[in-house]
């Protein structure tokens, strides 16, 4: 069984900072990607950032360019979404979530594509 467990959420004023962490365990699985898309109360999921396991190379919603970034630690098999001036439209319940294999860049973004989900953690933005 595979999970993959967030944290590091919580509640921070506007203009402020918060990294969030995907921890990956249970078998070993091949991982291909990992992304991370959020969830706002009334909302249709979306997607936020991922990024690719073996080379790094990084996808973002344009929403989030300049104020988030994703990274990961191999060794660790975790993943982060470090998140900068934060907005009252940034809360929301924030996902990680892993495909196995190969997907094109044009499939990065869909969450559909993705095999295995985290139990989410809330990121709440006062004004």
């Known amino acids: 069984q595979v999970q993959l467990v967030e944290s590091g959420g919580g509640l921070v004023q506007a203009g402020g900072s918060l990294t969030l962490s995907c921890a990956a365990s249970g078998r070993t699985f091949s991982k291909y990607a990992l992304g991370w898309f959020r969830q706002a109360p009334g909302k249709e999921r979306e997607f936020v950032a991922a990024i690719t396991w073996s080379d790094g190379n990084t996808y973002y919603a344009d929403s989030m360019k300049g104020r988030f970034t994703i990274s990961r630690d191999n060794a660790k098999n975790t993943a982060f979404l470090q998140m900068t001036s934060l907005k009252p439209e940034d809360t929301a319940i924030y996902y990680c979530?892993?495909?196995?294999?190969?997907?094109?860049?044009?499939?990065?973004?869909?969450?559909?594509?993705?095999?295995?989900w985290g139990q989410g953690t809330q990121v709440t933005v006062s004004s």
């Open positions: 979530a892993a495909r196995s294999s190969y997907l094109p860049e044009s499939s990065i973004a869909r969450g559909w594509q993705y095999d295995y």
